[in-house]
């Protein structure tokens, strides 16, 4: 390749895509919006993931670090929190990345756009074969940089769904937002605890985040008793949102789903159904009311903790084509098997470079940011995908149609859709999100369907 290949992200799919690329001699640059490897990941540092750390390491990155000799590996069948899989894995990739003769990485360095260099989105001439352009805000100013393909793995972090029903802040929300969280506080940590204790809040979503959410100030409740909560779910019901239990094959997940049920059955819970924000209105006390579509009032609502998913950000994406599933943002080719409302979660099929190619030769959108909006992402699917398109990158196609990747049955995908259709909640009950008993889905050496 002439120039390099440009990674956005250094989150552990980026990472992972860097790795594979230096183990190959290919040169490639990481380009991080953050301080530190990990940014996004860090900020999630004290939630402890449902993967062990056997499904969280890269096999390529593995090796490097193996090869590089510092590297103590973690005990596989161990689950790390957000905080251990940055400090114990992803910033020593990070350095023996950027050790690597072929190997860069570039803190503070924010992607604001992708195009190809000297053309806008219009100009047909030149799109197969000339470079494409970054650029890049960081701590010298605005710079650009040539690419020779561009691997998006920026995730979806940043981007966090708003309160608003409507998919769009609700009035009030951006106002008030002193008194709105978005994401997940560490509800162990004396100082942010201190912010919800005795104080009656409101949490919005229905997933893993959510549930994690829900234990953390039900527990507070036990040493508080003043605080009480407002589960606000869209639903009519609670339905499948607690998973698989004992038959979620990532037991971790099955265990929150199990704490979640018992955190949300607890006294300190309020479950509001039904419930969809279009108003966020500041009472005379300070404190808010949550004005629902339907008119339903939550009042004297002191603290509101939004976790209702993440969306993609395409906007440094304008000036090269892309191809994206309407509703979810996704990967167009992606679509049918992680919308959240109609598949069968652990059906994803193992996908690489010809399901994540764009119109746009060269560029790829890999790791949570391909599945958009849809919230089933597994790290070992992201290091399948970054495997299989840092190959064809390489010209090796023989390694980038094979596929050898065993994916656990994600059970619970927590989806946003079907909050009206009761029935399609039931569990396994031809929705997505139905807890089965089968095993994992074993998916062998062989080419990808239409090979
Ligand atoms: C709370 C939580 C728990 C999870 N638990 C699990 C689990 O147990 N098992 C599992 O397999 N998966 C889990 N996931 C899902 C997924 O594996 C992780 O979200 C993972 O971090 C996704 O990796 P990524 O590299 O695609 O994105 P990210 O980790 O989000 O990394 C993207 C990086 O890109 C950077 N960036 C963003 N925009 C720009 C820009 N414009 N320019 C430059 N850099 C940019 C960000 O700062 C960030 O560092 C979990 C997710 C969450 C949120």
New binding site residues.
Partial sequence: MQHPLVV????????AAAAHAVERGLDAVV????PD?????GQ?AH?R???SWA??VDPAARRLLDAAGTWSAPDERA?PT?GEWRERYLRPLAQVVDDSPHGTVLYD????GVGRAGRDLLVDSGRESDAFVVHVQGRGGHRRMLASAVVD??????TPNPLGADGYPAPGEREHAVRITYG?PDLADPAVAARYAGKHVAVAGRG??AQ?VLIGLASLARRDSATRVSWLLRRPSVGDAFGGGDNDQ?E??GRLGQDARAAAGGGAVTHVTRFRTEAVVGQPDGRLTLRSVDGAEVTDVDEVIVVTG?RP?AS?LSEVRLDLDPALGSVRALADQIHPDHHSCGDVAPHGHRELTQPEPGLFL????SYGRAPS??????YEQVRSVVAALDGDLESADRVDLVLPETGVCNGAGAFDAPDALAVGGGGCCGATASGPELVTLGRRAGQ
């Fill in positions: 956005i992200g250094a989150g552990p799919i980026g990472l380009l991080e919006a953050g490897a990990g940014t996004a990941v999630w939630v993931l449902f993967s499904e969280l689950y957000g360095a924010r992607v604001t793995a920026s995730g979806t972090w940043t997940i893993a985040s994690g990532l971790q997940r993440f950000d440094f890999v790791g949570m940011k992402f597994l790290a070992m699917t992201g």
